[in-house]
Structure formats: structure tokens, C-alpha cells
């Protein structure tokens, strides 16, 4: 089974680490379906960020 890659995504794989940080930076923007997306959901401080598992 294969999984079809965007051009941004096959760089990341194919070109190194400057691709990569640049795909990561596109993906923190992109929202999911269920949640804003990631750059949104830092924690502030002295509470825990949405979504992280609570540990004890």
C-alpha cells in the first residue's frame, strides 16, 4: 500500500532538513478537522495545553 505525498511532503523525505522545517512549519497552521490548528493550541502557562493527555 502506498500513501500519495504532496510535492512539500515528498521534499521533506527526499531534500533534507530545511524541507522538513518548512513542511513542519506549513503543518502547524493547517487545522484538523476537529481542533484549531497547532500553533493554536500552546498551553498557557500554569494550564495544561487542550488536548495533551493529563499526567499524574
Do not use: K
Not at 510535492?7 to 530545511?18: F, L, M
Not at 476537529?34 to 499526567?55: F, H, M, V, Y
Amino acid at each position: 500500500m502506498s500513501i500519495p505525498l504532496t510535492g512539500e511532503e515528498r521534499a521533506a523525505v527526499d531534500d533534507g532538513q530545511s524541507a522538513l522545517d518548512r513542511l513542519l512549519e506549513h503543518l502547524a497552521e493547517v487545522a484538523t478537522s476537529a481542533d484549531p490548528p497547532p500553533s493554536e493550541l500552546r498551553a498557557e502557562p500554569g494550564r495544561p495545553c487542550p488536548g495533551c493527555p493529563i499526567t499524574t
